[in-house]
């Protein structure tokens, strides 16, 4: 692999710092007691919403990670999604253990199309954040 130039290792460190905060982040908040969310949005149940915004920043500093490993766009999308998904499941196996939370696989699902989201919307305005 080719080490990128200075401006590129400096992308690549704020990447690797930011997508290692929000998941420290995520699996703090995993681990409290349940909070007040948003209330229910037609087919949206409380929760969602905020998963879905959470989860689409995380896809997009993923894919920003990602990218720097993969000159393949698709191989990146891959990996952002599929370690999303597993943080997604991480936390919620995490939640099992707590007091007044539940895991609930709606969660994942929403986490999912919330790194997907992030990931595409990466690769809509990647231009601006390219290598």
């Known amino acids: 692999m080719k080490m990128p ?3 590129g ?12 905060a929000e998941t420290i982040i995520l699996f703090y908040f995993s681990s409290l007691p349940s909070i007040e969310t948003v ?3 037609i087919w949206l149940r409380p929760g969602d919403i905020e998963h879905l915004a959470v989860y689409l920043v995380y896809g997009f500093l993923l894919n920003g990670l990602f ?11 891959v990996a952002s999604i599929a370690f999303g998904c597993m943080v997604g499941i991480s936390c ?6 707590v007091p007044t939370r539940v895991a609930d696989i709606g969660d994942v699902v929403i ?14 305005i990647g231009k601006s954040f390219s290598r």
């Open 5 to 7: 130039k200075r401006s």
């Open 9 to 20: 290792k400096i992308k690549l460190y704020l990447y690797l710092t930011l997508a290692s």
């Open 39 to 41: 209330g229910p949005v």
């Open 67 to 77: 990218s720097f490993f993969s000159r393949s766009w698709k191989k990146s999308l």
């Open 92 to 97: 919620e196996a995490v939640q099992m253990f």
């Open 111 to 124: 986490d999912g199309a919330g790194v997907l989201a992030g990931t595409l919307l990466r690769k809509i």
